[in-house]
Nanobody, 123 residues
Framework: QGQLVESGGGSVQAGGSLRLSCATS????????MAWFRQGPGKEREGIAAINPYGVTLYTDSVKGRFAISKDNAENTLYLQMNSLKPEDTATYYC?????????????????WGQGTQVTVSS
């Protein structure tokens, strides 16, 4: 409970930026592959970015070049920098973690989830 704590959501106009944060334990931070997912209104949850313990990153096509996933080793925190936001990015964003090293955005391999944070992009 409370192993992944997200923050940083909010409302922004199209073209703006937001940064999401996900604080976690040192154990999860160093041994789990971590990712960001989102679920828009009436849509299925989709993986958008992942980073494994070695720092290898993976992005879904719709966010490549606009979003950046990163980690802060001193703070055990995962980030998602979101630039050039579009109305279609409106969703609840979730931090997720899966034990091990892998390279995928499949929902099923991530077994630890945050509570979600809302991002709303207006046109």
């Amino acid at each position: 409970q409370g192993q992944l704590v997200e923050s940083g959501g909010g409302s922004v106009q199209a073209g703006g930026s937001l940064r999401l944060s996900c604080a976690t334990s040192r154990y999860i931070y160093t041994t789990y592959t971590m990712a960001w997912f989102r679920q828009g209104p009436g849509k299925e949850r989709e993986g958008i970015a992942a980073i494994n313990p070695y720092g290898v990153t993976l992005y879904t096509d719709s966010v490549k070049g606009r979003f950046a996933i990163s980690k802060d080793n001193a703070e055990n925190t995962l980030y998602l920098q979101m630039n050039s936001l579009k109305p279609e990015d409106t969703a609840t964003y979730y931090c997720a973690a899966g034990e091990g090293i892998f390279y995928t955005l499949l929902t099923s391999v991530y077994n630890t989830w945050g509570q979600g944070t809302q991002v709303t992009v207006s046109s």
